[in-house]
């Protein structure tokens, strides 16, 4: 297997931008969602031991969560480490939403990482990508032919972005295989929120129908799996 014996990191991207799927919000509520929402996100990554498992540990937020800074620091931490990625933002088909709600395509964040792979094999040590995006599954593809290992996404609207994280973690962080760290996030978040969000006419509700997770690669990858 490739840098077996390389230390671990985690890279966070983490931008919510206040935003809710067909809403519109005033600004100030806006800003409100989105320090709030980054704020408990940093926290569940200290209450469920990220920093004790990882060895490094980088947070992209604010002016720092775009596409080139993103493919940029992928790049830079997979000169010393194996790396594993959050994507703990909005997203749309074929592409995820930074900083102020710009959108950033397949061009912007996997173009640069496809040239370094192609300059300098080896340039990206990728191991898994776990995302809270909306439209996830759009990007599997483009990530399995990075060379990550495994990799989740949502097939529309993710509407359940918790306690999906927060299950997942949870799972992830102890030693849980990543596939079933999702599958029982996924699990969690659907027993929640069928309670409000009921079936119709014997069909499961758009938003929990759009939220389905699809799993692709080496599903039994742990965390400290070497």
Known sequence: MKHAARPLALVVLLENVGHIHGIRLPPWIMAAIDFVTEEYAKALLHLYGAYGCYDLVRILEDERATGPYLADT?????????????????????????????????????????????????????????????????????????????????????????????????????????????????????????????????????FIAGSRQVIAGRQDVRIHEM
């Open 74 to 206: 992928l790049l830079q931490v997979s000169k010393t480490h194996r790396v594993d990625l959050l994507l703990l933002v909005h997203g749309y088909e074929g592409g995820l939403i930074g900083y102020r709600g710009r959108r950033y395509g397949t061009d912007a964040i996997f173009g640069p990482l496809q040239a370094a792979c192609r300059t300098t094999p080896g340039a990206l040590d990728l191991r898994m990508v776990y995302g809270l995006n909306c439209y996830g599954a759009s990007l599997i593809p483009t990530w399995l032919d990075l060379g990550v290992q495994v990799v989740n996404g949502a097939v529309g609207v993710n509407w359940m972005p918790e306690p999906s994280l927060s299950t997942f973690l949870r799972a992830w962080l102890n030693g849980v295989p990543y596939s079933q760290a999702v599958e029982q996030s996924y699990r969690v978040a659907v027993r929640w929120w069928r309670r409000i969000w009921r079936s119709r006419q014997g069909q499961e509700h758009p």
